[in-house]
């Protein structure tokens, strides 16, 4: 009699385990988890680590960010260029404003691997956009995670498909789908506030470009990770700011601007080459157009798609 209970109570927890997963609302196997599922390989991922931990990051992006801020980043440093623990699996490619805006307006498919020339860790595999890509916005978790954030917060892009339509099915009250004229005065407005635009890449997003986030230096938890525990999760753009002496008038903006702290002004404006990401903001925020971003071998290949797209013999 006991071995008979059970067994009944086994198929009655895998009943309602199974109508959890599967039924029509399922709460873990939704449309978008299952085409995740399906990128990531098929059903025999569904016990994988890959899958849990791409799942709990999508689902739960702002109780991820705050883990991984307030406990994982202060357990972890960068040994070296070898060995760049965690930004081999979670990084972020400052590009300047019009690189973002060419990632998200594409006209035609962008089938750009691999990518180790721009961004220098194995998990970063290709692009895979198939113009214009789907688009949503939704809460900045860094934003979400302090005190009095910086404004607006709905200001993070998740990038094509499975993700897109996986934050708008899971997290409905913080995300909304925009369309490309949208996403690109997101991007604008966000560039006239000093924030920073990054392309987003993470092992658990199927190895490739998946979100660009509009960051601020005092909430994002990359930029803290990188200038505060050398942890490299943010990488330059490829372009260094250089300034015109004779045009600079000192007036200090771009001193004030600049979100790494690249920028000294005594007489004229003086960057710092090494501290530099070649973001653009003080190219921006000049009103003597003295400042220019020149590409600079030492600080990687440019993310341009269009760029890089002419250089393969594609068509912009």
């Not at 998990?123 to 916005?137: C, F, K, Q």
């Not at 090494?274 to 071998?297: N, Q, R, Y």
Request: aromatic share 8%; proline share 7%.
């Amino acid at each position: 009699m006991l071995q008979v209970a059970g067994y009944a109570a086994i198929v009655i927890v895998a009943a309602v385990v199974a109508l959890w997963l599967f039924g029509e609302r399922g709460r873990l196997l939704r449309p978008s988890t299952r085409a995740y599922l399906q990128a990531l390989g098929g059903w025999r991922r569904i016990f994988s680590k890959r899958f849990w931990e791409g799942y709990a990051y999508m689902r739960w992006s702002e109780q991820y960010i705050n883990w991984s801020r307030r406990w994982l980043f202060p357990r972890v440093r960068d040994a070296g260029p070898a060995n760049p623990l965690w930004a081999t699996v979670y990084h972020g490619k400052v590009i300047p404003v019009e690189a973002a805006k060419a990632l998200i307006s594409v006209e035609q498919p962008v089938p750009l691997q691999p990518l180790e020339q721009i961004v220098p860790y194995t998990t970063a595999r290709d692009i895979v956009l198939s113009g214009p890509p789907e688009v949503a916005v939704y809460e900045c978790p860094c934003r979400a995670g302090v005190e009095n954030p910086c404004q607006p917060t709905q200001v993070c892009m998740v990038v094509g498909q499975p993700f897109v339509d996986f934050v708008l099915e899971h997290n409905p009250a913080s995300s909304r789908r925009i369309t490309t004229a949208e996403a690109l005065a997101l991007l604008d407005a966000e560039h006239a506030r000093g924030h920073i635009h990054a392309a987003y890449f993470k092992d658990v997003m199927l190895e490739r470009f998946y979100a660009i986030c509009n960051c601020c230096s005092c909430c994002c938890g990359g930029i803290q990770a990188m200038r505060e525990r050398g942890v490299p999760m943010v990488i330059p753009s490829g372009y260094v700011a250089r300034v015109n002496t004779e045009a600079c008038l000192g007036c200090g903006i771009c001193e004030a601007s600049c979100p790494f702290d690249a920028i000294v002004v005594n007489a004229h404006a003086e960057v710092n080459w090494s501290a530099c990401m070649g973001c653009g903001v003080c190219e921006g925020k000049c009103p003597e157009g003295a400042i220019a971003l020149v590409l600079d071998a030492g600080k990687g290949q440019p993310l341009d798609v269009r760029r890089l797209r002419r250089e393969a013999g594609q068509s912009a």
